[in-house]
C-alpha cells in the first residue's frame, strides 16, 4: 500500500487546442493505438498509468466539454462518449479516469459562479484534471455523506474520508463532495498537495485495477470560499448533470465490449478449432460460432445507435433545460446504460464461450476484459434503471434527481 502526499503535476506543455469533432475522434484513436500496446501489462502489474494521463493532458481531449463561451469546442454528448468508448477500449482503466472530470465540469457549468465558471474552465483548457473524492464507506446508502464542510473564518474547513476516489491519484485538483452546515451536498476544489489530504493507493478490485480508486482522508483541509460550488442546486431543478455522468459511463461499458469483441474475432480466427462434430475446418466456419458473433454485433451496434440517440437528447437539454428535455435525456440516457451494461458482460463471456479452453490461459490475460466489465458495470444496478423507464412509462412517475440517472 503507497501513501501518496502532495504529488504536483509537472509543469505542462500548452495542450493542443482540438477544432472539431473530426480532430477529437482522431486525437482519441491515435492514443488508444498507443494505450493498447501496455494495457495488458499495466492491467498484470498494477502500473498506474501517470505518463498515459499527461498524454491525455497534452492531447487537448480533457478539455472538449468545456462550453464554447469560455474557449471550448463543446462536443456534443454523443461524441463525448464515443471518445470515452474508444480510449476505454484501448485500456478499460484508462478510459475510467476521466469520467468523473468530465462529471465535475458539467455540475461546475450548470451551478457554478461566473468567476469559479471562468477559472476551473481555463484550468481544463489549460490541460488540469479534476478528481473525485465522493463515494465512502459505512454509509446508509452510497447518496449519504459524514464529510462534513465547516466555515473558518473567510472559507471552510474540509474533514472526511473517501473511498473510490477515481482520478484522484492522477488529478491536479481533488474535488471533495461534503455535507454542509445545512446538511446540504457542496463540493470544493482542493489543489493537489494542499496541506491535509492524505491519498492512499489501496485500490485492489479485480478489475478495472489501474484506476488509482483508492481512499482520500480529508484531514480539516482549508479550502477559499470562491472555490466551493453548491452542487446540491443541481438537483433541485432539472438538470443534465446525471446524464452526462452517465452517458460517459455507458461509453466506458461500450468500449469495454468492443475491447472483448475484438479479443474474441482475433482469437477464434487465428487460434481456436473447430468443435469435432461442426465438420468443419476452421473454426470461424462453425455456423453457431458465426450466429453468435453475429448477436453480438447487432447488440454492439444497438448500444452504440442508443448513446448516440441518447447524446443527442442530451444536448438537446442542455440547450433548453425543461422538465420534459431534460426527462427525455434521462430515460434515454438509462436506456443506453442498460444496453451497454448486458452488452460489456455478454461480449466478455462470449469471448471464452467461443475462443475455448486456451483462452484462458494466465499468460494472455484476456480475463482483464471480463474483470474490467464485471467491475464498472456495478456503478449503478441496470435493476433500477429498469425500475424508473418503465415507472415513467406505465406511472408517470419522473425519474428522482441524482447523479446515477
Known sequence: MTVITGRIAPTRLVPTRLESDDEVIA???????????????RDADRILPFDELDQLSQSGLLAIAVPAEYG????????????????????????????????????????GSEEQKRFFFGRALAGDRFGNALSERGTKTVGHYKTRIVADGSGYRVTGKKYYSTGVLF???ITAFAL??????VMAFLPKGTEGIEIIDDWDGFGQRATGSGTTILNNVYVSADAVVRHHKGFERPTTIGSVGQIIHAGVDLGLARAAFAEMISFVRTKSRPWMDSGVEKASDDPLTI???????IKLEAAAAQIERAGS????????TTEERVVEATIAVAAAKVLTTEIAIEASNTLFELAGTSSVQSGLNLDRHWRNARTHTLHDPVRWKYHVVGNYHLNGVLPPRNGAL
Open 72 to 111: 471550448g469546442l463543446d462536443v456534443s454528448n454523443s461524441v463525448l462518449a464515443e471518445v470515452t468508448a474508444i480510449i476505454a477500449e484501448a485500456d478499460g482503466s484508462i478510459g475510467q479516469i476521466p469520467q468523473n472530470h468530465f462529471y465535475i465540469l458539467e455540475a461546475l457549468r450548470t451551478d
Open 291 to 297: 450466429a453468435k458473433v453475429g448477436q453480438i454485433a
Open 27 to 41: 486525437a482519441a484513436r491515435t492514443l488508444a493505438s498507443r494505450f493498447a500496446a501496455g494495457a495488458a501489462r
Open 313 to 320: 437528447k442530451v444536448d438537446a437539454a442542455q440547450i433548453e
Open 180 to 185: 454542509d452546515a445545512d446538511d446540504q451536498l
Open 171 to 173: 488529478a491536479d485538483w
